[in-house]
């Protein structure tokens, strides 16, 4: 009879667009793999377009999107793997349900304020939802929800791509270390 593998961890990261949400989450993937840790990344416009073709930005098809994504983070945790989760996930309730349900999950919230992730828009998607011409447009025509007690907090308008992810780093050996 073989062992269980160990069991993995979710780490969430949730944030307006352009707050820096895959960009922590790629330098903390390249880091744990550097270290030899079997992480992988889900990220949030890569799972809608493979995982959620077809779902709109109604409340109701940003929830399955969400569910969705959690429902593949639960498995591979379950499996031995660190799961980074890059993805807006904007409606409170459905995250907290999520996460709730997810093996040794940690939120991590992305800040950064509007005026800034709308500079940092190489789209222009802000100027546009902002003009009225994009509707539902999460922090401007549709709301984002911030977490009320994220296990880390980390504004990227103030701190470098390095300080964050130092930050990220030594909470993860915190709770490894509370964990152990």
Not at 33 to 41: A, W
Request: hydrophobic residues 45%.
């Amino acid at each position: 009879m073989s062992a269980a593998p160990p069991q993995g961890r979710v780490i969430w990261f949730t944030g307006l667009s352009g707050a820096g949400k895959s960009t922590l989450a790629g330098a903390l993937y390249a880091e744990l793999q550097r270290r030899g840790e079997r992480v992988e990344l889900l990220d949030g416009d890569a799972v809608r377009e493979n995982l959620s073709r077809g779902l709109g930005f109604s409340r109701e098809d940003r929830d399955t999107n969400v569910r969705r994504i959690a429902f593949v983070a639960g498995l591979l945790a379950r499996h031995g793997v660190t799961v980074l989760v890059s993805a807006i996930s904007p409606y409170r309730g459905t995250r907290d349900a999520v996460l709730a349900e997810l093996p040794s999950s940690l939120e991590v919230f992305v800040d950064a304020p509007l005026d800034v992730v709308t500079q940092r828009d190489v789209k222009g998607l802000y100027l546009r939802a902002l003009a009225g011409e994009i509707e539902h447009f999460t922090g401007v025509s549709d709301p984002y929800e911030a977490p009320i007690r994220p296990a880390l907090h980390l504004r990227t308008d103030l701190r470098s791509v390095d300080a964050c992810l130092t930050e990220l780093l030594t909470l993860l050996e915190v709770r490894d270390v509370a964990h152990a």
